[in-house]
DNA sequence: TCAAATCTTGATGAACCAAGTCGGGAATCT
DNA sequence: AGATTCCCGACTTGGTTCATCAAGATTTGA
């Protein structure tokens, strides 16, 4: 998995938006200035985080963006797969976006094999993590921003 | 961490090498039918990898490659960070091609410290994982090849 | 009703990169 | 000498990424 800068602001505009939970809606405008996103931009990646069902939207002046689903059932998994793709490390090893590769035999393919083990585990990691503990481990290290954070993943 | 086609080719091109250690060297051509690799696009890349110190070269009719390690002594890793860069998936939490990120502070981002995290993990893998565990895993795999592999990693 | 702020939609563009090709050179063995 | 191999750099081709822009639709408050 690599995170495109698309696939970065994605999340760091859901994490805002996940943080304003108790409000309506939020203006794109303020998610950009808050994390520094550009705007023209922006308004592409939560598009497609809309038709992707993550967002709901509502327009004219007291329009915004808003989660579609409370943050704790939304996994960053389906985030990054959204706006970026496949988890695992080699397509031939993705459950939502295998392709064939090269290799002739696959079931003894011995790289396909370690980059499986790689692709479970990064995909556990990420399936469990939702927007909530996002949010969550934000206030931690606001809380207290000279220690490692040791949650138990 | 996500492998080019680049990146595979240099690690099944690797992987022929170590399974091959007993030889003086390897011809390309060799290599590039047993793994259908394009001849030109594989001397590029393990025209590569001599630079970076993997692999030494010889010329003429009896010339070739070979690891200038022990299959033993070269991890995954380090062949991935020479071909496709970063194992991390934001180049803020990687250690060997760390860049700053558009976050403002660093020590306080939710996301950073999540990423951090899946790259801490993936890393562990892939500096364990050596080329004489691929190749050990080549052989399981041909010996038994319906039954998946459970090697303890 | 009108203005202002917002989302919607589709087009466009520059820069970059990935995958692969090509040509000619240099070394090495028989 | 000649065959076979690696060496080296330039080049092409096509796609992707990171945006930017313009014009329209919707909603609210004055």
Redesign the interface.
């Known amino acids: 998995?690599?995170?495109s800068v698309r696939g970065?602001y994605a999340?760091?505009a859901l994490?805002v938006l996940a943080q304003h939970a108790g409000d309506a809606v939020v203006p794109m405008q303020t998610i950009a200035t808050e994390?520094?996103?550009p705007r023209r931009f922006l308004e592409q990646i939560l598009h497609g985080l809309k038709a992707a069902g993550v967002v709901e939207s509502r327009r004219g002046i007291t329009g915004g963006y808003r989660l579609a689903r409370p943050a704790s059932e939304i996994p960053?998994a389906t985030i990054i797969r959204h706006v970026d793709g496949a988890l695992a490390?080699?397509s031939c090893v993705s459950h939502q976006f295998y392709e064939k590769?090269?290799?002739?035999?696959e079931?003894?393919?011995?790289?396909r094999?370690?980059?499986k083990?790689?692709r479970d585990?990064?995909a556990a990691?990420?399936e469990r993590?939702t927007l909530a503990d996002?949010?969550a481990?934000?206030e931690a290290?606001?809380a207290r921003?000279?220690e490692p954070?040791d949650f138990v993943?």
Do not use: F
């Open positions: 998995m690599k995170l970065e999340l760091r994490q994390q520094n996103i960053l490390p080699l590769c090269s290799c002739p035999d079931a003894r393919c011995a790289l094999s370690v980059m083990e790689v585990t990064v990691m990420m993590m996002l949010v481990r934000a290290l606001q921003p000279m954070v993943i």
